[in-house]
Nanobody
Framework: VQLQASGGGLVQSGGSLRLSCAASGFTFGDYAIGWFRQAPGKEREFLAGIGWKGATTYSADSMTGRITISRDTAKNTVYLQMNSLKPEDTAVYYC?????????????????WGQGTQVTVSS
């Protein structure tokens, strides 16, 4: 199983980024995919997840209303569109494959992790 997160970079406050998570080595359509982030000195936190039928779940505490998760099954890729970025969004962003077909909001529900992509938001 491989997960390749990409699309991070340096962006000004108020800007947007779209992260991609390209997956291989498993039946992509059967499992939920989640996005998490980890800022320096902080715990990794859940942002959003998408299930095998496209059902989505979002964190109630982080980036509320500013992110959209989607998946392209034909490309084995999950996206995270992030808008109105703030300096406090600076973190490494990770995608992960869930144990099952429904996205959950806990790290314990995910078994394979990508290497992460750095997002830096300047003020």
């Amino acid at each position: 199983v491989q997960l390749q997160a990409s699309g991070g970079g340096l962006v000004q406050s108020g800007g947007s980024l779209r992260l991609s998570c390209a997956a291989s080595g498993f039946t992509f359509g059967d499992y939920a995919i989640g996005w998490f982030r980890q800022a320096p000195g902080k715990e990794r936190e859940f942002l959003a997840g998408i299930g095998w039928k496209g059902a989505t779940t979002y964190s109630a505490d982080s980036m509320t209303g500013r992110i959209t998760i989607s998946r392209d099954t034909a490309k084995n890729t999950v996206y995270l569109q992030m808008n109105s970025l703030k300096p406090e969004d600076t973190a490494v962003y990770y995608c992960a494959v869930a144990f099952g077909s429904v996205a959950v909001n806990s790290m314990s529900g995910y078994r394979y992790w990508g290497q992460g992509t750095q997002v830096t938001v300047s003020s």
